[in-house]
């Protein structure tokens, strides 16, 4: 049990957190062929992404969380206003089996990044969190590849280490290529499971080789055991739509309109 909530069992996760059993519950799985087009989705506007930070890596007892202590931000893609990055953090499988939370068409990938943000206004999370649209997580697959170069990759066992400077921009793959992307409305995806969250879930994966994969299996839980599949299962839709942005559909849409 971690801070009142037993992250083993998310089934049970609704008892201590009321919103876990809410209507609008992350992740879900994206049936590509019922997503929605939408032509306002235009391509997301990161500032600051470049800019390098050293910070500490910690074990929270449920994943790897990093610390975002400078100010990169996010807008336009129909984000109703600016967002700046709090933390990013990973959940992921076994060895490199199955391990992300959202599914695309039921397809689970080895591993995803949350680059979490709240609302530039806000002082801190919990703030946000009360607000419905206080948050705005982008979502990244990873996919294993023989050979890769150039991706900032952390090895680690310990509860806590600092990592070399890094930059949001070398998590991620370049600008050009996250011009498609899913929007939906969810929520946190461990306790208190809040559903604040405008969720930006991207088409192009992160390259990842399997010895890197590995390596995420020798990270432990609290108790000592190795933290494997922590992933919280995907979860209903109850009736909400899934908006699909693509640079592609765009442009077909301003030639057809000119």
Not at 104 to 112: C, H, N, R
Not at 194 to 212: A, G, H, K, R, Y
Not at 237 to 255: I, M, P, W
Request: proline letters at 6%; hydrophobic letters at 35%; charged letters at 15%.
């Amino acid at each position: 049990s971690i801070s009142g909530w037993c992250y083993y069992i998310p089934e049970k996760w609704a008892g201590g957190n009321v919103d876990c059993g809410g209507k609008s519950q992350s992740p879900i799985n994206i049936v590509t062929r019922k997503t929605v087009k939408d032509e306002r989705l235009t391509p997301i506007e990161f500032k600051n992404y470049q800019q390098t930070f050293k910070n500490s890596l910690t074990n929270n007892g449920h994943s790897v969380k990093v610390n975002i202590p400078i100010t990169s931000t996010i807008s336009g893609g129909d984000l109703s206003t600016t967002y700046k990055a709090v933390q990013f953090h990973l959940h992921w499988g076994k060895d490199g089996g199955p391990g992300s939370e959202h599914t695309i068409d039921g397809e689970q990938y080895p591993m995803e990044l949350h680059i979490v943000h709240m609302k530039s206004s806000y002082a801190d999370l919990t703030t946000a969190l009360r607000d419905p649209n206080g948050v705005a997580v982008l979502g990244f697959f990873y996919e294993v590849i023989l050979r890769v170069a150039n991706m900032a990759v952390f090895v680690f066992s310990d509860v806590s280490f600092s990592l070399p400077s890094i930059s949001l921009a070398q998590l991620i793959p370049p600008e050009q290529k996250l011009t498609s992307y899913y929007r939906y409305r969810g929520s946190l995806t461990t306790p208190p499971c809040s559903e604040s969250v405008v969720w930006t879930v991207f088409e192009t994966p992160i390259p990842l080789s399997m010895d890197q994969m590995k390596a995420f299996s020798t990270v432990q839980f609290y108790d000592g055991t190795s933290m494997v599949n922590n992933f919280r299962p995907v979860q209903p839709l109850n009736g909400r739509l899934v908006y699909h942005g693509s640079l592609l559909a765009l442009r077909s849409h301003f030639r057809l309109s000119c």
